[in-house]
């Protein structure tokens, strides 16, 4: 998800809020129609803002934050926790084995969103150091395989596939030899379900 530029929006609309000294309740539904924009530009699923917006708008009236004296900094600290808890906690990790390569595989309905998120991973542990190889054990789908490799060159991250079997365990275990003989720490297996 693109949460940079959904930090500077937050932050842009946080500091227009805090600074106010009263606000009303139209004030107030402007600015949930701000934070609304930014999160769905951010890519989050559409229900949950929904769902966030409307918890936001329940808390805020139903505290009488606006008749408060702070209305401003309690609008923008209801938004603040209420982001938290949505994005979850505390941050999930991927688990690295002691000895590599660590296996990553998507899994997940047609179209979820599985090939994209291979290469999502692969960018990002890249950046971090690692040095990924993504295997294309979507042998179903007519053109996975090469959707795979397209998102591979974009990224300049190697992809492994073998379109001469659909053998998709067998590719894959092609695929564990290949990482522990090029030296890739991570293994990112993107498949079809
Ligand atoms: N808006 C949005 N679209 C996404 C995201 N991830 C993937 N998509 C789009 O969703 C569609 C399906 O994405 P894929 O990554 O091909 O999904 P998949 O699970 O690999 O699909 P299959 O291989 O057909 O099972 C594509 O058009 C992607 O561009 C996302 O995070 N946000
Ligand atoms: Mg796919």
Redesign the pocket.
Known sequence: ?AFEGLSSKLQEITRKLSGKARITESDLKEVLREVKLALLEA?VNYKIVKEFISTIEEKALGQDVLKSLTPGQQVVKIVRDELVSLLGGEESKINITPNPPTIIM?V??????????AGKLANILRKKGKNPLLVAC?VY?PA?IQ?LQVVGKQLNIPVYSNETTEDVVQIAKQAMNIAISKLNDIVII?T??
């Open positions: 998800m890519d998507l997940g309905l047609q179209g979820s969103g599985k090939t994209t998120t979507d789908r996975a959707q993107d079809a379900r």
